[in-house]
C-alpha cells in the first residue's frame, strides 16, 4: 500500500529556512517520478519542484535558487529545502509520486501523478 507523509511545515519569519520531508512507503522513491506542489487559500494548486526517476529536476522560476530538491533513497524520502522564504511562500505544500518513469517535461503536470500526501502547511510571515 502507497503512503506519502509530508512533515517539516511550520511558521518561520520572511528570509528564514524550513526543509519538508516527504517519507514514501510501497514504493522506491528512487525510481520514480517526485513532485512538491503547493497551494494557498482563493489559487490554484501550483507546481513548486519535481525529480525524475533519473534524477532529473525542475523548479518553477518563483522558487529557482531559493529551494532544492534532494532524495534519500536508503530512507525512501524525497526533500525540498526552502531558503530565504517569503510570505508568498506560504500554503500547503503536497508531496506527489508517480512510481513509474515519467518526462522531465511533465514533472509540472498534476495529472501524471498517482499519489498524493496529506500536505503540510507553511506560514512565512513579513
Known amino acids: 500500500q502507497v503512503h506519502l507523509v509530508e512533515s517539516g511545515g511550520g511558521s518561520v519569519q520572511a528570509g528564514g529556512s524550513l526543509r519538508l520531508s516527504c517519507l514514501a512507503s510501497g514504493f522506491a522513491v528512487g525510481s520514480s517520478c517526485m513532485g512538491w506542489f503547493r497551494q494557498s487559500p482563493g489559487k490554484e494548486r501550483e507546481a513548486v519542484a519535481g525529480l525524475t526517476h533519473f534524477g532529473m529536476t525542475d523548479y518553477a522560476d518563483s522558487v529557482t535558487g531559493r529551494f532544492e530538491l534532494s532524495r534519500d533513497d536508503a530512507a525512501n524520502t524525497l526533500y525540498l529545502q526552502m531558503e530565504r522564504l517569503r510570505p508568498e511562500d506560504t500554503a500547503v505544500y503536497y508531496c506527489?509520486?508517480?512510481?513509474?518513469?515519467?518526462?522531465?517535461?511533465?514533472?509540472?503536470?498534476?495529472?501524471?501523478?498517482?499519489?498524493w500526501g496529506q500536505g503540510t502547511q507553511v506560514t512565512v510571515s513579513s
Open positions: 506527489a509520486a508517480l512510481p513509474s518513469e515519467c518526462s522531465w517535461s511533465r514533472l509540472f503536470s498534476p495529472q501524471i501523478y498517482d499519489y
